[in-house]
């Protein structure tokens, strides 16, 4: 058993990274436009007037009768803003050096498996943030944020119905980022096991190369052959005579100069 480091389903793979694309550029601007305090406050404090949830007039309340400053709901605090706008960034980054690796071969499952599980973590936190419960008030207590469980018509008359259809619809791409980073965990899943064809063409791949290491032709054997064939082969001590070598000689010795030269 081995891990598979191809995807199944190339074009299941392209349709989710578009689908990808969609739901992060969403996140961005809808965010973007609640950064940093679009409709938040608004809706915190509508919730309080319609016995929804707490008000945020129970901070300058505590404030004016020297009592402890309760905690603000996360809900309605800026810092699941800013951190809806981080993962939303980090989403879109992870989606371009994914697209890349992708072109480049290099985006194999198992990768792909880790970043979706952390990711899925952070939106799952973020769907939690925005949905969360508010129990500051104990008079007004509330598990679930007031525009996501109730119809975006009781904010009309205060003129804040737009403001809960954008909270409405950030929440919605939030969950549309779980669903697209599950499916691809499970996919990324799917994709570590191997096919058959797969586990054929290793065994045939390993069958391959154990028989190159065992033919006579491996790569032992061709160095052994090269060691042969730079054997300097012992040269003759004479060299054999032509009859036009002898003929030379001869006629070498035949002229009066040369044996002038050899007796002087």
């Not at 905690?71 to 981080?86: D, Q």
Request: charged letters at 15%; one cysteine or more.
């Amino acid at each position: 058993m081995f891990i598979s480091k191809k995807w199944r389903y190339f074009w299941v793979m392209i349709g989710l990274m578009v689908a990808e694309l969609a739901g992060t550029v969403a996140t961005l601007t809808l965010f973007g436009i609640a950064s940093p305090d679009a409709y938040r406050t608004q809706l915190w404090k509508l919730g309080g007037e319609l016995g929804f949830n707490s008000s945020p007039e129970q901070i300058l309340y505590a404030y004016a009768n020297y009592r402890p400053i309760p905690p603000t709901p996360l809900v309605w605090s800026g810092f699941i803003t800013n951190y809806n706008i981080v993962v939303s960034v980090l989403s879109m980054f992870i989606l371009l050096v994914k697209v890349v690796l992708f072109i480049m071969h290099m985006w194999v499952p198992i990768v792909s498996v880790i970043i979706d599980a952390i990711v899925i973590a952070l939106w799952s936190f973020s769907a939690y943030g925005q949905a969360g419960p508010d129990h500051s008030d104990p008079a007004h207590p509330s598990s679930v944020a007031w525009y996501i469980a109730k119809s975006c018509s009781v904010a009309e008359a205060s003129g804040n119905k737009h403001n809960c259809e954008m909270a409405k619809g950030a929440f919605a791409s939030t969950i549309f980022m779980i669903g697209i980073f599950t499916f691809n965990l499970g996919l990324g899943i799917w994709s570590l096991f191997p096919t058959e064809e797969m586990k054929e063409a290793r065994k045939a791949k390993k069958a391959r190369k154990e028989e190159e290491q065992s033919s006579p032709y491996s790569e032992d054997a061709g160095e052994k052959l090269w060691e042969l064939r730079n054997i300097q082969q012992p040269t003759p001590a004479f060299s054999p005579y032509t009859p036009r070598t002898l003929a030379f000689n001869t006629l070498d010795r035949q002229l009066p100069l040369r044996e002038k030269e050899q007796y002087a």
